[in-house]
Structure formats: C-alpha cells, structure tokens
C-alpha cells in the first residue's frame, strides 16, 4: 500500500466513525442537536478533504510522470486550486 493510499484508507475511517457518532448522537432519546450537528459539521469538512487528497494523489498517480517538465508549474497550480 502506498503513502498516499494509506492516508486515504486512514482518512475514511475517521470519517466513518464520525458518522456512526452522529447516528449513534440521533438514535438517543434525548438527542443533543448542537453536538450532533457539530460532528455533522466536522465529517463534511473531512468529507471535503478527502476528497481533495483523493483527487491529488490520483493526478500525481496518472499525470506526473507523464507531465513535460514546462507544464510542472501548471500542475503544481492545478493541484493548489484543487487543495483551495
């Protein structure tokens, strides 16, 4: 397993335990709602982050090696824009 995919993989569990923490918060009788929709908040946020490392390592996976040395500081842009 790669550095990158290691990161991924590790990155979706943390993800999946803050959904089962909002599922686990909603199943409660006395729901916290600010505390559920805090964590909500929080697995969005980390939702979007995977995102952006997954579409990185994709591109620096298929696009690198194949990139011609003129086009690296438009790459390296692209992948700026892609982190935000």
Partial sequence: MTNDTKEIVDHISRLEGQLASVKKELMEH???CLRA????LSAARSFAGLRQ?????FL???FVG???ARDTEK???LVALIKG
Avoid: G, N, P, W
């Avoid at 490392?53 to 390592?57: Q, V």
């Fill in 30 to 32: 006395d729901v916290d």
């Fill in 37 to 40: 929709s805090t964590t909500l």
């Fill in 53 to 57: 490392k997954f579409t990185e390592a």
């Fill in 60 to 62: 620096r996976k298929h």
């Fill in 66 to 68: 194949k990139v011609a």
């Fill in 75 to 77: 790459f390296e842009k």
